[in-house]
């Protein structure tokens, strides 16, 4: 099932709209290199990977990405984030504020965790 829209904003161009948390954020040794079942994208990956130019194109992607991969900046913007939606929380039947706050320092305690597992993986001779 889709978790995002695509909104064409009048100033921004073409954004990416997430409603859901995605697998990728709940572990933070999810590894873009090995086609894992859990995923669900085995046959996808594989066929990525086995195929030399968009294999090279891949690895180019994920070496960009985990070099602008900041933690700081994730902090921020997740501090920013749940201020945003306190109120929101306080009104919500189903939520808690102690979940929303657990959730909140999960995740601020993740950014850290995916980075150092990244360091220590994505490491190419």
Do not use: C
Request: hydrophobic share 40%; net charge negative.
């Amino acid at each position: 099932t889709q978790n995002f829209a695509w909104y064409l904003h009048p100033e921004l161009g073409w954004m990416l709209l997430p409603w859901d948390q995605d697998w990728a954020f709940i572990t933070d040794t999810v590894d873009p290199y090995e086609p894992g079942g859990w995923l669900g994208f085995n046959d996808h990956l594989k066929t990525l990977l086995d195929n030399g130019e968009t294999a090279a194109q891949y690895e180019q992607a994920v070496q960009q990405a985990h070099a602008a991969y900041e933690p700081s900046v994730l902090s921020a913007r997740l501090e920013r984030w749940s201020a945003q939606l306190q109120d929101s929380v306080i009104d919500d039947p189903w939520l808690t504020t102690l979940e929303f706050e657990t959730e909140v320092s999960r995740m601020q305690a993740f950014v850290v965790t995916r980075r150092a597992w990244l360091d220590m993986h994505l490491v190419h001779d």
